[in-house]
């Protein structure tokens, strides 16, 4: 069974920092392309950032110079470092597996940042 466990979400003020992380289990994690997601209310989900199997990275432009994406093959886990963060970035954040036609979701952690 596949899953992938958000944690790290949280309320946090205006220029904070807040790191997200996922675990990953039954998957094969390191072939997988990884990625955050995330959805604000009355919004479409959009990528926020994406890491290849190889440790490409690709970031949302609103988030670039602030967010960095990174994994550890070993743990199965996928992290998000969010620095300076704005009241724009307040959403659910969701963990993503991709793997050609396979993809999954993690159930998504709240990160609300207050100004």
């Known amino acids: 069974q596949v899953q992938l466990v958000e944690s790290g979400g949280g309320l946090v003020q205006f220029g904070g920092s807040l790191r997200l992380s996922c675990a990953a289990s039954?998957?094969?994690?390191?072939?997988?392309?990884m990625g955050w997601y995330r959805q604000a209310p009355g919004e479409q989900r959009e990528l926020v950032a994406a890491?290849?199997?190889?440790?490409?990275?690709n970031y949302a432009e609103s988030v670039k110079g602030r967010f960095t994406i990174s994994r550890d093959n070993a743990k199965k886990m996928v992290y998000l470092q969010m620095n300076s963060l704005k009241s724009d970035d307040t959403a659910v954040y969701y963990c993503?597996?991709?793997?050609?036609?396979?993809?999954?979701w993690g159930q998504g952690t709240q990160v609300t940042v207050s100004s």
């Open positions: 993503n597996a991709v793997l050609r036609l396979e993809q999954y």
């Open positions: 890491i290849t199997s190889g440790g490409s990275t």
């Open positions: 039954g998957i094969m994690f390191s072939i997988y392309n």
